[in-house]
Every structure is written in structure tokens, then in C-alpha cells.
């Protein structure tokens, strides 16, 4: 897929991934749309994109609200002649537990990192159909291959990103529009440190948990986006960024299940 000239919608794109993702596609000459919940924050997106003299525009979105959803196609057509490339990078984390996670946390949890990434796709499919050329890009993770203790409801959604984009692929084959889905090893965003914990769960235990998540944290995110970006214009169907991510995915290929024990001393290297 050649960028130039292309409009891409991100969410999340006020930090991490979403930010570097679209500094990489700028780069190429991509227009961009950037989409947060905290849209004050996408300023210095802005900012970093600047030079690459393309069309940039800035909106607020929760992915979470059906009908603001619904409505914002709209929204992003004021400022851009179309849509070629629906990012669909937004995202929360929540530590605990299954036990230590009450219902309305997992509910909230799935509500951006699963719904959210249908509501946007279904919002943007009629504009996705006017593309010659067009890609849907979902984020799931390294999670999303394998299921540690302590992910259960972050897994499950990462999964379910999945198994939705695997399968929309099917759906969409001989179309214009191709879906990948991206699956981030450990990359040094804020997510751990701005994960909901339970709060079944004591405050030792949760800055252990997020000591734990950082150290795992390594990649720039500035390396993922052109990762992304690149696999993007190849027009890759599974996008791993990192080589944690590759390993792990050969684990979990190789050993299927009960395959925790192994990774976790990968990990603790």
C-alpha cells in the first residue's frame, strides 16, 4: 500500500503506539486523523508531525460511547476528503486477577479494547468502501497470542480483537480493503503505569504488579510505529512488533498449552 497521499484515522494517538504510528505514516505522506479521549494531549502529536507537511486534524472520541461513535465519521469528513487506513489502536489495561476483578471493571475493559474496535470499524466501513485502496489496522497484543495469569479480561478482549479481524479478513477478501492486526511485545508506553487496578487488590501488591509490567516495557515506541508503518505498506495481515513478540508467538505455536512456566522465564531474564 503506498501512503502518500492516504488519510489514516487513529485512536490512541495522543501517546505511545498511536502516537508513533502516526508520525511514521506522516512520514510517508499520510494524512492524518488523530483521535484521543484526551484530546488536550494531541497538540504535541501535532507538533512532532508538523514538518511533513501533511493534512492533520484533531478530535475527541471515546471509543466506548455507541452513538459518539457513530457520528464521528462525520466528524473526520469536515477535515479530510476520505478515509483510507482505520487505525484502531486505543486501549486500557486492569491489574488483577480474575477473582480480584470485579464485573464492572472486566465490563469497562471490554467496552474500549473489544467494542471499541467494532464501533469504529462499523462506523468507518462505508467510507473504507469509496477507498481503491483501503486497511483496516487493529491492535491487539503479544496477549492477544498468549494468556499469562493476572490478564485474564485484557487477554480475552486481545483475543477477541483477534479472532475478529482473522475473521472480518475472510469477509472482506476480494474487496479493496484489507485488515491487519498488530500484536505489540513489550513497547515503553504508559499503559502499565496507567492500568486500573481492583480495588480487591492492596496498594504493595499493585505497585508490584506494575514494577513487574514496566520491566517488561523496553521498545521505543518511535521503533514500533515504523514497524507498523512498514507493515502497513506491505500489506501484512499479522503485524509482530518485536522480537519478544516473535518468540513468544513460536512458543505458542510450538507449545500451545501449559506454556506459561517457559515464557515467564524467558521474560525474567
Known sequence: MNLNDKTAVITGAASGI????????????????????????????????ASNRVRVSQHRLDVADRDAVAAFPAEVLKAHPGVDV?????????????????????????????????????????????????????VSSIYGIIAPPGQTAYSAAKFAVRGFSNALREELAGSTIGVSVVHPGGIATQIAEQARMSDLISAEEAAVRKERARKMLKMPPAEAGEIIAKG???????????????????????????NWKLINRLLSR
Do not use: Y
Not at 238 to 246: C, E, M, N
Open 232 to 258: 502497513i505498506e506491505r500489506n501484512a495481515e499479522r503485524i509482530l512488533v518485536g522480537t519478544d513478540a516473535k518468540v513468544l508467538s513460536l512458543i505458542e505455536r510450538l507449545m500451545p498449552v501449559r
Open 18 to 49: 498511536g502516537q508513533a504510528t502516526a508520525v511514521s505514516l506522516a512520514r510517508r505522506g499520510c494524512h492524518v486523523a488523530l483521535v484521543d479521549i484526551n484530546a488536550d494531549k494531541l497538540d504535541e502529536t501535532e507538533r512532532m508531525i
Open 86 to 138: 482505520l487505525m484502531n489502536n486505543a486501549g486500557v489495561a486492569l491489574g488483577g486477577s480474575f477473582e480480584q476483578t470485579r464485573e464492572e471493571d472486566f465490563d469497562w475493559l471490554f467496552e474500549i479494547n473489544f467494542s471499541g474496535v467494532v464501533r469504529m470499524t462499523r462506523a468507518f466501513m462505508p467510507e473504507l468502501r469509496k477507498s481503491n485502496e483501503a486497511r483496516i489496522v487493529n
